[in-house]
C-alpha cells in the first residue's frame, strides 16, 4: 500500500491509500477518486514540499567543533495511566473493564492483525463503516492516530496474562 497526500482542483487535501502508483492512476483515469468534501473526480496528487536539509548544517567546520544537527525529536511516548485502587474497588474497576471489552467484542468484528490496513480503509471510506477490533503494533497505531484514526488500545486484564 502507498499513501497519496490528494487534492481536488478546489483546493481540498486529503489522503488516499492505493495498492500501487498504478493503482492510483486508474482510479483516478476511471473517475472513480471523488473528493471526500466536495465530490468532484478533478483530483491531484497534492505538492509535498520536500524537507531541506541545509548544507551547513551537515558540513563540519575546520575551525571549532561540528555544527550540531538538529535531531527531529520523537514523539513521546504516552505515559500509561495506572490506577491503585482499593480491593473492592478494583474488583469493580476490573468488571467496568470487562464489560468495556465485552462490548468491544459482542458488537465489532475481530480482523486480527489486518487491524490496522482494515481501520485505514474505513477511515477513508473504501470500506463499510463498522467496528472492528484486531492487533496492531505500537508503531502502527501510533501511525494511524497520526493520521487522525482514531484507535484505542482496549484494556488487559488479568486473565490475559496467562
Ligand atoms: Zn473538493
Same mark, same amino acid.
Given at each position: 500500500?502507498?499513501?497519496? *497526500?490528494? &487534492? /481536488? ?11 500501487? *502508483? ?12 471523488? /473528493?471526500?468534501? /466536495? ?91 463498522? &467496528? ?31
Amino acid at each position: 500500500m502507498i499513501h497519496y *497526500s490528494l &487534492q /481536488c482542483g478546489r483546493g481540498h487535501a486529503f489522503d488516499g491509500w492505493f495498492a500501487s *502508483s498504478d493503482a492510483f492512476e486508474t482510479q483516478r483515469g476511471d473517475g472513480d477518486l471523488g /473528493c471526500p468534501v /466536495c465530490g468532484t473526480h478533478d483530483v491531484s496528487r497534492a505538492l509535498m514540499a520536500p524537507a531541506v536539509r541545509t548544507r551547513a548544517a551537515n558540513t563540519p567546520t575546520t575551525d571549532g567543533p561540528p555544527k550540531k544537527v538538529p535531531v527531529e525529536a520523537e514523539p513521546a511516548e504516552a505515559a500509561a495511566t495506572h490506577a491503585a485502587l482499593p480491593e473492592g474497588d478494583r474488583q469493580a474497576f476490573l468488571d467496568a473493564m470487562r464489560a468495556l471489552r465485552k462490548a468491544v467484542v459482542d458488537n465489532g468484528t475481530d480482523v486480527g492483525t489486518a487491524f490496522p490496513e482494515e481501520a485505514r480503509r474505513i477511515h477513508y471510506g473504501e470500506a463499510e463503516p463498522r &467496528q472492528i477490533y484486531g492487533q496492531a503494533e505500537t508503531e502502527e497505531a501510533r501511525a494511524l492516530i497520526e493520521e487522525g484514526i482514531k484507535v484505542l488500545p482496549l484494556p488487559i486484564l488479568p486473565e490475559d496474562r496467562n
